[in-house]
């Protein structure tokens, strides 16, 4: 008597689906990662099959992930020639910043009251980035600098605009990386300016505070391109 077939079960077409999106997931964070640090330096071609090997997986999560991060501003296609680092520019680095400075500002002139325990946390991550600071602890400075704005934007009374000021930050930390010889000696007092006016609940002093310390930061990056020699022209 012929046996009937099986047909996969909800369930193990569920396992099966989750298990893709996890890899889906992880390639795109490996991607991600590699590109914002330049181990995939701008303007390199993706190879899809060396990217599978490393992330231990196939081909079609690889290309599920690329075209994730083609959405995100990561990756872009070429006609016949595959999937590419998105390239860097002067350009770039200032249209990143202009977008930056009208949402951060937004996002804090109307976030909000602090509690007082809040105020401390933000004093206490001003004095903790000086201390790494002066230890050339570069990588600690960084996070602790993005610990220090996203617990004033966590207060920021719209998700969407967080979730589109968290999208920027991770494409400028692309041109951090590349200036990170650049120090920026003034942030503490920059810094220090916004936790005052958030003292004072006076938000519309904290969104200009930090306007200023935004555009001090895009003339330290652009005065760090210069310096490296990167021009429009070569990217």
């Given at each position: ?22 890899s889906?997931?992880?390639?795109v ?26 992330c ?7 290309r599920e ?9 990561f ?17 770039d ?22 509690e ?6 933000l ?8 201390q790494?600071?002066?230890r ?8 602790l600098?993005q ?5 004033i ?6 998700p ?11 494409h ?11 120090r920026?000696?003034a942030a ?11 003292t ?36």
């Open positions: 008597m012929p046996t009937k077939s099986r047909t996969p079960s909800k369930s193990a077409a569920s396992r099966s689906n989750r298990s893709r999106d996890s889906v997931a992880h390639v964070e490996h991607l991600r990662h590699g590109i914002i640090s330049g181990r995939y330096q701008r303007d390199s071609k993706i190879l899809p099959q060396q990217i599978a090997e490393r231990g997986t196939s081909f079609i999560p690889v992930a690329l075209r994730i991060l083609e959405a995100e501003g990756i872009l296609f070429r006609h016949n020639r595959g999937a590419w680092v998105t390239p860097v520019s002067l350009t680095l200032e249209d990143l910043y202009d977008l930056r400075i009208q949402l951060e500002t937004e996002a804090v002139a109307h976030c909000r009251p602090f007082d325990s809040e105020i401390e946390k004093n206490g991550l001003i004095s903790r980035m000086s790494s600071y002066e050339d602890e570069t990588a600690k400075v960084v996070k600098n610990d220090f704005h996203f617990s934007y966590d207060h920021c009374r719209s969407r605009r967080l979730r589109m000021i968290k999208q920027l930050w991770l400028a930390e692309r041109y951090q990386q590349l200036s990170l010889q650049v920026h000696d503490d007092e920059e810094h220090g300016a916004i936790v005052v006016a958030l004072e609940r006076d938000h519309e002093v904290a969104a200009e505070a930090l306007r200023a310390h935004l555009k001090s930061t895009v003339s330290l990056l652009k005065a760090g391109w210069e310096t490296v020699g990167r021009t429009d022209d070569m990217v």
